[in-house]
């Protein structure tokens, strides 16, 4: 992936790039910096479907780690990034609260692979979404997004072991409002996409 991480890119008109891109869920829990990741990246305005806050929230949504949200997204997350001149990504963030569950076949759905975002103050929130990109049998990455006020006291096998992670699975830090940082995860994730075809290609 050197030419991936050599590029950069610029942006490709859609038309051009609607047959060949592939698309990436993007996975996490409640307020982990999904819709921050997908638009640090994205080279289009993003899709976004927040809304506002509101009594619904109340006993379901744990705010203590994120007192200041007003929003939270309850579809999805949409935005493109071009990796190379033959790499474009379709970034679709998932939403983390259970009650929007439902919508996560639609996240899924013909996607190469997947990004799960970890907070480490709530890591069990990521749980939900790993467990369903493994039942899915996608492969996927996970990123450890540092929040200002983190000092990366736990490093990231404390991490791996913390979310019982099988060895092959790369994990790594970002920060999610970085464009360099995120497309850093996505190349990871691209890469370990063709690792995984690579070896079954072998075992054939």
Known sequence: MDSATSYEATRVPLPQTAGRGVKVAV???????KTTFVGAVSEITPLRTEAEMTAAS???DDLSATPSKTTTTVAFDFGRAALTESTVLYLFGAPGQDRFKFLWDTVLNG?????VL?????VKDCFTS???????????????????????EHSL????????????????????????SVRGVLIALVQHVLDRAALREADA
């Open 130 to 152: 790993l467990d369903r990109v493994e039942d899915e049998q996608l492969p996927y990455v996970v990123a450890h997004n540092v929040f200002d006020h983190e000092d990366q």
């Open 27 to 33: 996975a996490g829990g409640f307020g982990v910096g």
């Open 58 to 60: 109340i006993g379901t």
């Open 118 to 122: 970890v907070d480490t103050r709530r």
């Open 111 to 115: 996607a190469l692979g997947a990004v």
């Open 157 to 180: 096998d404390d991490i791996r072991d913390a979310l019982q992670m099988a060895p092959g699975v790369p994990m790594l830090r970002c920060d999610a409002r970085d464009r360099q």
